[in-house]
């Protein structure tokens, strides 16, 4: 059963903290996109690579948030420095440009205190 | 300014009735518009897609429509149980999008009352 996995499942840290949220792609699918889930916000895109390479991160602060994909089988979404506003549920999903739908990870719930 | 909006408040229905849920959206152009579930403390899971040029689709109990005139999307899920209850998210990609880029609304909660 091949599925979107994420680590870690939650993490809490303190303020000006490094923070790195990992993600496995299903095994063929060319697309991955992260995205950040709030209350107040809903979801919202992060960035989305397709074969590896950025498509588009308008949606990521560039001072403090590194989004990359050093292999095919693993995308990392970098916090540095961690603020407490950065505080939500960070999603993974993957797909293939030949399909449309998404499939998405469990997430990981990120505090920062 | 663009929006998506769907309705803020739960929607509360009994066992067995049919939960139409209402998707609007301002100032886009869908290619196309998506459907997906969310549980609590899980990711959101593709049910169905529409494309602009298709008035309606159905799978199982699920059904949704697309209007492009009235730029809003229906999803109705009929015989509805108490599993259904969870919280329903519409999505769409613009046709001036380049990247294929799927913009979501906020959700609607459902709850199926036994």
């Known amino acids: 059963d091949a599925r979107v996995t994420q680590t870690p499942r939650h993490k809490v840290t303190e303020m000006g903290q490094e923070v790195t949220m990992r993600c496995q792609p299903i095994?063929?699918?060319?697309?991955v996109f992260w995205y950040r889930q709030t209350m107040m916000q809903g979801l919202e895109l992060l960035a989305y690579f397709r074969n590896r390479a950025p498509l588009d991160d308008s949606g990521m602060p560039k001072d403090r948030f590194s989004a990359e994909m050093p292999d095919a089988t693993l995308a990392t979404l970098k916090i540095q420095p961690s603020e407490p506003r950065d505080s939500a549920v960070y999603f993974c999903?993957?797909?293939?440009?030949?399909?449309?739908?998404?499939?998405f990870g469990p997430g990981t719930r990120l505090t920062v205190l | 300014s663009q929006k998506i909006e769907q309705n803020s408040e739960a929607l509360n229905i009994q066992e067995g009735k049919t939960a139409t849920l209402t998707c609007n959206y301002t100032n886009y152009s869908p290619a196309y518009l998506q459907w997906y579930r969310q549980d609590p403390g899980r990711g959101p899971v593709f049910l169905l897609l529409?494309?602009?040029?298709?008035k309606e689709k159905r799978k199982e109990r699920l059904k949704v429509t697309f209007d492009t005139t009235l730029k809003q999307s229906l999803f109705h899920i009929t015989a509805s149980q108490p599993a259904d209850s969870a919280t329903y998210l519409c999505?769409?990609?613009?046709?001036?999008?380049?990247?294929?880029?799927?913009?979501f609304g906020q959700g609607t909660t459902l709850q199926v009352k036994p």
């Open positions: 999505a769409l990609v613009s046709s001036s999008s380049n990247t294929g880029k799927l913009i």
């Open positions: 095994l063929g699918h060319n697309t």
């Open positions: 529409i494309r602009e040029n298709e």
């Open positions: 999903a993957s797909g293939h440009d030949r399909a449309n739908e998404q499939f």
